[in-house]
Structure formats: C-alpha cells, structure tokens
C-alpha cells in the first residue's frame, strides 16, 4: 500500500498588509467602540459628537465669540458643512452668529447662555463616559497613549493647526 503524503496545511492568510494598516485599522476599531458611548450619550441631548466638539470650543472662548473658518479649524475631525451644524444649532438657540460692519464677509459665532446650560449639564455625564471608555486605563499609559497619538498625526497637521 503507497502512502500519501498528507497535504501541507496552509498558511492562514496574514490579516493585515502592514505593521501600519493593523495600527490603522485598530484605531478605526477602537475609535468605533468608544464613538459608541457618546453616541449614546450626545442622542440623549439630540446632538452630534461633533456639534458637542463646537458647543465646547465656543464655551473655553464664552463669552468671546470666533469667526467660523478659525472654529472649524479647531474641530477634532472636519466639518465640510460647517454652516448646516451652525444653522442646526442656532434653530435650538444654542449658538448666535454675527457679522461685524467692518468686515462683512466674516462671521463671528458665540455660544448662548442656553448653550452655556447644555455645556453645564454634560460636563458630569460626559466625565462618567470619558472613563466608562478610558478608565481601565492607567494615568502612565493614558499620557503614553496621547504622546502616541500626537506623534501619528503632527506630521499630517498644518502649521496652523491647534492639535500640533
């Protein structure tokens, strides 16, 4: 009787291309997980991750307000529509916006005192989310994974950019 050589098993195939597409991928994953929880938060409130982000740049500058193009700049992520979000909160009197005579092209944007309330009733919700999300996490790897995180991206900010 001949013997067969059993075939060879195959290679599983590698689940990334790269050391940078697995590092990529995992921080879209990751970033999916906690989104989850302030999606969850932010519905409460009937707002966005992302008009949350422009409520809270316009309330470090309150009672200031900012031209537009300076707030989307500050944006964690863009805002193509910036104006749509803007007319979105401005309808809830959240956010007021103005145009100076001297330059009418530009439009400042300030957060209402109802604005100022929201802000004041997430801060607590939201602190517990942050550490619903991160607080496994100790001070020494949080700081680590900011440095990180600052060096994957300052290569990719403009010089302009308030994340450098």
């Given at each position: 009787?001949?013997?067969?050589?059993?075939?060879?098993?195959?290679?599983?195939?590698?689940?990334?291309?790269?050391?940078?597409?697995?590092?990529?991928?995992?921080?879209?994953?990751?970033?999916?997980?906690?989104?989850?929880?302030?999606?969850?938060?932010?519905?409460?409130?009937?707002?966005?991750?992302?008009?949350?982000?422009?409520?809270?740049?316009l309330g470090n500058v309150f009672p200031a307000a900012l031209?537009?193009?300076?707030?989307?700049?500050?944006?964690?992520?863009?805002?193509?529509?910036?104006?749509?979000?803007?007319?979105?909160?401005?309808?809830?009197?959240?956010?007021?916006?103005?145009?100076?005579?001297?330059?009418?092209?530009?439009?400042?944007?300030?957060?209402?005192?109802?604005?100022?309330?929201?802000?004041?009733?997430?801060?607590?919700?939201?602190?517990?989310?942050?550490?619903?999300?991160?607080?496994?996490?100790?001070?020494?790897?949080?700081?680590?994974?900011?440095?990180?995180?600052?060096?994957?991206?300052?290569?990719?900010?403009?010089?302009?950019?308030?994340?450098?």
């Amino acid at each position: 009787m001949v013997k067969h050589a059993a075939p060879s098993p195959k290679r599983p195939p590698a689940k990334f291309d790269s050391l940078e597409q697995e590092v990529f991928l995992g921080l879209w994953r990751t970033y999916d997980r906690l989104k989850a929880f302030e999606d969850e938060l932010f519905a409460r409130y009937e707002l966005t991750a992302q008009q949350y982000n422009l409520l809270r740049l316009l309330g470090n500058v309150f009672p200031a307000a900012l031209p537009t193009l300076e707030l989307a700049g500050r944006l964690v992520s863009r805002a193509p529509d910036i104006t749509r979000m803007l007319d979105k909160l401005e309808q809830r009197s959240l956010v007021h916006r103005e145009r100076p005579p001297e330059d009418r092209r530009v439009v400042h944007v300030g957060l209402t005192e109802a604005g100022v309330k929201l802000l004041e009733a997430l801060s607590e919700p939201l602190r517990k989310c942050h550490e619903k999300q991160l607080g496994h996490l100790s001070k020494t790897d949080l700081k680590s994974l900011s440095t990180l995180l600052r060096s994957a991206r300052s290569v990719h900010e403009g010089e302009q950019s308030v994340w450098q």
